[in-house]
């Protein structure tokens, strides 16, 4: 487990998803600045944060979780909570965006 946030990871698996700050603010809620500051470890990540981020780049939330520092919570599976279930399908509409606007972004 990373004792700070890993940033130099996290763009290695941006870059690596052909993805970018700007999608991660998307997928987020957040703007560009408050990114930044996630990056720069000044900003915690929730477990919402954490579940959208492990989709974006295709890894286990355990695994952002552990490389954005020690006090990053790993999302619960609550797969029977209503509440839960309708914030993942908030939040897997918000990634949906965020694709397609960095796929309209790298258009001609």
Known sequence: M?????????????EAAGLTRATVAAALGLTEPQVAELWKDQRELSADNVRVLSALLAV????????????????????????ERLTRVEHAL???KALVLALGAKRP
Do not use: M, N, Q
């Open 94 to 96: 918000a990634e949906l």
């Open 2 to 14: 990373a004792l700070f946030f890993d940033s130099a990871w996290f763009d290695a698996r941006l």
């Open 60 to 83: 286990t939330p355990t695994e952002v979780a552990s490389r954005a520092g020690v006090s990053t919570p790993v999302p619960k599976d609550a797969s029977g909570d209503l509440g």
